[in-house]
């Protein structure tokens, strides 16, 4: 059974930075896909950034992208999701997903998802 659980979340002033972790078991992640999506009170769930387990690869959604960054610890089965420059408009609960095979920025694609953590931006 796959299991993802964020930490890492908290308030921050506007400027700040965050690092959310997933830290991921159950099964061998090669073949994944880990991604980052986040969701604000009354929107959709949004597309934040992926990679791919085995290789690394990097993908963003155009609103984070130069501020985020994605990358894995591979000895410690854990993703992690470095926010820089925040904004309020990045208050959301952030949640940690997996998906096997080829990489997607489509939030119904991931079968496997966390609890998600709370991120706030003081303006």
């Known amino acids: 059974q796959v299991q993802l659980v964020e930490s890492g979340g908290g308030l921050v002033q506007a400027g700040g930075s965050l690092r959310l972790s997933c830290a991921a078991s159950?099964?061998?992640?090669?073949?994944?896909?880990m991604g980052w999506f986040r969701q604000a009170p009354g929107k959709e769930r949004a597309f934040v950034a992926h990679?791919?387990?085995?290789?690394?690869?990097?993908y963003y959604a155009d609103s984070v992208k130069g501020r985020f960054t994605i990358c894995r610890d591979i000895t410690k089965n854990t993703v992690y999701l470095q926010m820089n420059s925040l904004k309020p408009e990045d208050t959301a609960v952030y949640y940690c997903?997996?998906?096997?095979?080829?990489?997607?920025?489509?939030?119904?694609?991931?079968?496997?998802w966390g609890q998600g953590t709370q991120v706030t931006v003081s303006s």
């Open positions: 997903a997996t998906k096997i095979g080829v990489a997607s920025d489509r939030h119904y694609d991931y079968r496997y």
């Open positions: 159950g099964r061998t992640f090669s073949s994944f896909t």
């Open positions: 990679i791919t387990w085995s290789y690394g690869s990097t």
